[in-house]
């Protein structure tokens, strides 16, 4: 039986390419228009044959499948799971409310990596018997969609756009297909997760001429794909699940005896570490230690804007996406959202960067933070911004 650590973890590449693993199917063979008419029944006859061997290849495997429930339903799998650090807050809840109910109702050991600095991503590993282990992702993707759904209901309110915040531009975290519209009936029901699998096992998953892979996604209604590369740093490539919680769940049986059955699963895994860009990094009140950015606005020089010192003198840019937080004093909150959102509203466009203001309710010590995610060309250009509207706010209010 293959072990359980040799399932799951990731790492992608930032010019990274998708592959839809359901292409992976049996090419048919071209019409030649110019052939007699018995060549064309003849041709027929071929293709008939070939359809009626795949037909006959998939109850084959659903055979083999019956034969090995009862056993592997039991057996013990573990899974790593790609996800933001927005996300992990959502599958952990508050004081790890969410991640204990996980664990007590399903059976399962479950845990999340711990925060790079500068990193957006972190990697949910969790692992459980077979019988468990699908319901147990499921709420997983469920907790993440809920957390979705809440900040759109947010934004509408506030009369912004969500989009920035709920999906990723950039590797590993952007997805290998597409998604239904945040706004749309289809997007409230449409659970997703990114499982990192072992490049060693994905021809697992494919099966011969792409007959199993096309069998997961048509018995089970969900989509199924997976990424041409491999994560940064390792042999393991992404494949991404979309449907409903019970096709999620139902597929997701399925792969993981398809797991476990992989004997030739064993290769050596260099798995997946979610790690900052190397990128020049400007760190809030001159602190230049290399420990990481440091906005905190406590200690910040009275009536001044930030100061910013370079840690690192090249400027080495990649396209990953970073998370930063800043906080500003209260009071000066509005005038950086502008009226109706409209000033907070030019930054996200201006820079293409996703900014999120904590509620006021979690005011501390006079002082609102605000998140930003983006590349660490957009995040320093909304720091720019939020800047210049501040010094400028400040200067107006002295001259009143």
């Known amino acids: 039986m293959i072990s359980s650590d040799s399932l799951f973890d990731n790492n992608i590449n930032s010019s990274q390419q998708v592959q839809d693993l359901s292409s992976l199917h049996v090419p048919q063979l071209p019409m030649d228009q110019t052939v007699h008419y018995s060549d064309e029944n003849e041709h027929h006859d071929q293709q008939q044959q070939q359809q009626q061997q795949q037909q006959q ?6 055979s083999i499948d019956e034969s090995f429930d009862l056993d592997l339903g039991k057996s013990l799998i573990t899974y790593r799971v790609l996800v933001s650090r927005r996300e992990a807050g959502a599958i ?5 409310s969410n991640i204990s109910n996980l664990r007590e109702k399903y059976d399962v050991k479950a845990g999340v990596s711990k925060v790079v600095d500068g990193c957006i991503d972190r990697i949910l590993t969790i692992s459980g018997i077979v019988d468990h282990i699908s319901e147990a992702l499921v709420s997983v993707a469920q907790s993440v969609l809920d957390a979705n759904l809440s900040t759109i209901q ?12 709920i999906s990723y531009e950039y590797p590993p975290l952007r997805p290998l297909a597409q998604r239904p519209d945040y706004q749309s009936e289809e997007y409230k029901t449409n659970l997703f997760l990114r499982l990192l699998i072992p490049n060693s096992q994905i021809g697992t ?8 892979i096309k069998a997961i996604q048509e018995e089970n209604n969900i989509k199924m794909v997976g990424s041409k590369d491999f994560l940064d740093n390792s042999n393991e490539r992404l494949v991404e699940l979309q449907g409903t919680s019970e096709n999620l769940k139902n597929a997701l049986d399925s792969i993981s005896k398809y797991l476990l059955r992989d004997y030739q699963g064993t290769v050596p895994t260099i798995y997946y570490s979610p790690s900052a860009p190397l990128e020049n990094t ?6 230049s230690n290399g420990n990481g950015p ?17 840690s690192n003198p090249s400027n080495f840019s990649t396209g990953k996406e970073i998370i930063k937080k800043i906080s500003f004093p ?4 509005g005038a950086l959202i502008g009226k109706r959102g409209s000033r907070i509203q030019e930054i996200r466009l201006t ?3 996703a900014v999120a203001i904590e509620n006021e309710n979690n005011t501390q010590d006079g002082e609102r933070e605000i998140t930003l995610v983006g590349t660490k060309n957009a995040v320093d250009k909304a720091i720019d911004l939020l800047n210049m509207y501040y010094e400028r706010e400040q200067k107006r209010r002295m001259n009143q």
Not at 294 to 310: A, E
């Open 57 to 62: 290849q998939i109850q084959q495997e659903s």
């Open 92 to 96: 952990i809840g508050k004081e790890g």
């Open 154 to 165: 947010e934004s509408e309110e506030n009369g912004t756009n969500p989009t920035r915040l």
């Open 205 to 212: 998953l494919i099966g011969k001429q792409g007959v199993r």
């Open 282 to 287: 400007r760190y809030y009140n001159g602190n």
């Open 294 to 310: 440091n906005f905190s606005r406590k200690n910040s020089y009275p009536s001044s804007t930030p100061v910013y010192t370079q």
């Open 330 to 333: 209260n009071e000066y909150i």
């Open 351 to 353: 820079s293409s960067c």
